[in-house]
């Protein structure tokens, strides 16, 4: 986002901003197709437990972008492009996998709506982080099966899977930001 | 890692899913995966996943090794997951192995649940294998999304490759300077560190230089815009829609009737 621009609710898409959601979707898209399959491997053979560990680790763009364009929506178009990315890249998940861009981008969505698309601080980041993680997990839930009033690891993996979001996306997408921005490539990341 | 790898390729056989019109393949897929997670049993999975296997296989003219080979790492998780299942879903137990007990609502959903993963994908893949992305984008316009966001998932698509080249030349870079990637898992982690961040800032910078070049080409002054190669939607096409709603929407009623 230029200096000048509209802050907050801010829907004006520049050619810019549709260009930079393109690229990180489609290394996110790279990224998250390897991780998956670890992701996949951990979450069938061990469940909502061995799931919640790695959950985290796919939403660091989510962040990156909203940081990086500042407009809503940003997380939520990333995450459907990327899951999109992935699905030709052989994501063993298939079409199921827009279901989980679309549940993570909303949940950082949520969080930035909540702070009114103005507040883009390290909290804002770890708790965004952490709700899209959280959000990811309503959507296995329903891909897999786990039925939360039987599967007790189901809430047991609320805690861990809001640390890992937490950490593996809100920090890391945050300090990837603060990176970005130090080289002066992208205005607005500052 | 680039779709290759995966036999995940558009590749025009001349088969009648070929012909399809994106938007009724896309369709198809979310009718395929809606009926997957109403049913209740099996039974409906298995046969849903003959029925997507044999249409692959006439209507796409796919070869069943294909599908076998991009398929493989899908079928082995969808039998951890009804493993899984088998063990935890709780029920009656039948069988006792060791501190694990399998019970007989795990046995049902098992593969329930197999079925469900296994027939999502294959759906997802043949959406892949018969649907050049570029018509894929042109119809989703032709449907009211807006082009400048069709447009981002086209390039998007467009980028794949180029970033597979970006992570070959980093890796390089990075090999020549010493850095060797056959290292153990910490290492390796630290350089797929800086691997991703050397290209997010490439891929940044060709961002920004992209949407100049968009922007001198008057991209998204005009509400609409013209393609090259246009697609277009033939009555015919909903044939494979109405046969696989006919026959989901047959087994829902059959489950529940017998």
Known sequence: MKKGEKKGWNFNYTTRDIVIIAVIAAITGVVNTGVGNLWYLLNTSLGPLGGALLQGAFMWAYILAMWLIRKPGAALIVGIIEAATEILLGNAAGIGTLGWGLFQGLGVEAVMAISGYSKFGLLTAVMAGAASSQFGTVWTSIFYGWDPSTAKDVWLAIPINLVSGAVLSGLLGYWLSKAIAKTGLIRSAG | ?258
Not at chain 2, 24 to 49: D, E
Not at chain 2, 106 to 116: E, H, N, S, T, V
């Open chain 2, 1 to 258: 890692m680039s779709t290759s790898e995966h036999g995940l390729v558009f590749e025009n056989r001349k088969s009648y899913l070929n012909s399809v019109y994106p938007l009724v393949k896309l369709a198809w897929v979310f009718v395929v995966a809606i009926g997957l997670f109403i049913y209740r049993s099996p039974i409906s999975g298995a046969v849903m996943f003959l029925t997507i296997l044999l249409v692959a296989m006439i209507a796409g003219k796919i070869p069943f090794q294909q599908i076998l080979g991009s398929g493989k790492i899908i079928f082995g998780l969808g039998l951890l997951l009804m493993f899984f299942h088998f063990f935890v879903d709780p029920g009656n137990v039948v069988f006792k192995l060791g501190p694990l007990h399998i019970t007989d609502n795990g046995l049902l959903q098992g593969p329930i649940f197999f079925f469900r993963l296994s027939v999502v994908v294959l759906a997802s893949f043949i959406l892949i294998w018969t649907t050049d992305t570029r018509d894929l984008m042109v119809s989703l316009t032709k449907a009211g999304v807006p082009y400048r966001g069709a447009f981002a998932v086209f390039l998007a698509m467009r980028f794949l490759p180029l970033i597979q080249k970006e992570v070959d030349a980093v890796k390089a870079a990075h090999s020549i300077r010493g850095k060797p990637t056959n290292s153990k898992f910490g290492h390796r982690f630290k350089l797929w560190r800086r691997y991703i961040f050397t290209i997010l800032i490439n891929g940044l910078r060709k961002a920004e230089t992209t949407a100049t070049s968009l922007e001198c080409r008057a991209f998204g002054c005009f509400p609409t815009r013209t393609y090259v190669k246009d697609v277009h939607y033939k009555p015919l096409d909903l044939i494979l829609l109405l046969v696989t709603i006919l026959i989901s929407g047959g087994l829902i009623v059959a489950e529940r009737v017998l």
